[in-house]
């Protein structure tokens, strides 16, 4: 459902909403012609502790800011990326020179529906992240037909409904004419943008009133495709299940007006729509996919709700996959013949979970050996046999800095 994409900053940013992806809809051909950047070579081990920046496979549910505060203990308890610290005066916590956690952010935030490569920096690797905030981006995302929401995805209740019979394939195609190149747009209403220092999401939570309208930011959407359409029988998404309130309504509308978001309908109009609604409800709706190169600061579900617009019809995000930021690629991404890039490729998050689960249970069995006297030998390492597969894994794809 956020993104997003999405308003994108480093690790300490706001965070929209979006919701987990089916990896059928990501190309899983090999890359064509295209080898792999490796970073460690064979029985070569930089010299630690190692600082640099790696991407990884962000699954759908979590935040951005959660899956890094699952990856910090265990990268700052590894050989390979703790900092030792030397210092004569040690504190008393660190009275045996105990490893620190290193610094670790992000370069771009995902919202937690959606998936895809998130950029990771891990000590003076934090310092390039704003090169990866700043840099062109590619997403597959899967918009349904029939209906919008509140925050343009599926994490939110349904806002309103809208007929979908007369929207084909080669509509969308037509429409997505309009959705490249130089573009002015606005950021969603349930959004992390700011005005006056608070977010435009805490606004329209509360059922604020905007100090002033939004101001619309320019974009760039470098490509624009229909990927797939999908007949109602065709797929398995569906619309939320909740529904806005008449209230919640009241508000959404409201504000979006004064936000500049939606143009003011008749009241002539405003009844056909919601007699549209009893048809439209119990419908299955089409769903279309879209694949989208688009500059920093563009929101993907902000996309989808005004194609779902161009073609008098709505729509929202159900899946939202960033598969490349700068050289990071999602396992399987297929580039185009003209793209002379080396490309490295992002870890799979089931990868790290399995080590991160490992993590906790030795670092459980550490603690039970302590508590019954004995101690814990402590090695360094001192070739690449040394390391954990993840440990080596992360060598491998990352960029040393």
Same mark, same amino acid.
């Given at each position: ?330 396992? !399987?991404?297929?580039?185009?013949? @003209? %793209? ?7 870890? $799979? #998050? +089931?990868? =790290? ?19 019954? !006297?004995?101690?814990?030998?402590? @090695? %360094? ?7 954990? $597969? #993840? +440990?080596? =894994? ?8």
């Amino acid at each position: 459902m956020t993104t997003s994409t999405e308003t994108e900053q480093v690790a300490s940013s706001a965070k929209v909403e979006e919701r987990t992806a089916d990896k059928t809809d990501v190309q899983t051909k090999e890359i064509p012609n295209k080898p792999l950047k490796r970073s460690l070579e064979s029985n070569k081990l930089p010299s630690f502790p190692v600082s640099g920046i790696f991407g990884i496979v962000k699954p759908s549910g979590p935040s951005s800011m959660q899956i890094l505060d699952k990856l910090k203990p265990m990268l700052g308890k590894s050989k390979v990326f703790q900092s030792i610290n030397t210092n004569q005066q040690k504190s008393r916590r660190n009275r045996r020179g105990a490893g620190t956690i290193p610094k670790i952010g992000q370069g771009g935030t995902l919202d937690p529906l959606a998936d895809g490569v998130l950029v990771v920096g891990i000590g003076a690797g934090t310092k390039k992240l704003q090169q990866f905030l700043d840099c062109s981006k590619e997403y597959r995302t899967v918009g349904l037909l029939g209906c919008s929401t509140l925050s343009y995805d599926s994490e939110d209740p349904i806002l309103e409904h809208k007929p979908f019979d007369q929207v084909k394939a080669e509509g969308v195609k037509e429409v997505l004419r309009e959705f490249e190149g130089d573009l002015m747009q606005f950021p969603p209403l349930y959004s992390a943008v700011k005005i006056d220092g608070k977010r435009l999401l805490d606004y329209a939570r509360a059922g604020e009133d905007l100090p002033r309208p939004i101001e619309a930011r320019k974009i760039t959407i470098h490509k624009s495709s229909l990927a797939k359409w999908q007949e109602p029988d065709q797929h398995e998404y569906n619309a939320p299940s909740k529904e806005c309130s008449a209230e919640e309504r009241k508000i959404a509308k409201r504000a979006r007006r004064m936000a500049g978001l939606d143009g003011k309908q008749t009241e002539a109009e405003e009844e056909a729509a919601e007699s549209s609604e009893l048809t439209s409800k119990e419908q299955r709706a089409p769903a279309f996919t879209l694949d989208l190169t688009v500059s920093s600061g563009t929101y993907i579900r902000t996309i989808v709700h005004e194609v779902g617009q161009k073609l008098d019809s709505a729509a929202h995000v159900v899946k939202l996959t960033r598969t490349r930021q700068g050289p990071w690629v999602v396992p !399987g991404y297929e580039s185009s013949p @003209n %793209d002379t890039a080396i490309l490295r490729e992002a870890i $799979e #998050w +089931e990868v =790290l979970e399995k080590a991160i689960s490992e993590y906790h249970n030795g670092e459980s069995a550490k603690k039970r050996k302590t508590e019954n !006297g004995q101690t814990q030998a402590t @090695n %360094d390492v001192q070739d690449d046999q040394d390391l954990q $597969e #993840w +440990e080596r =894994l992360i060598l491998e794809r990352m960029e040393i800095c």
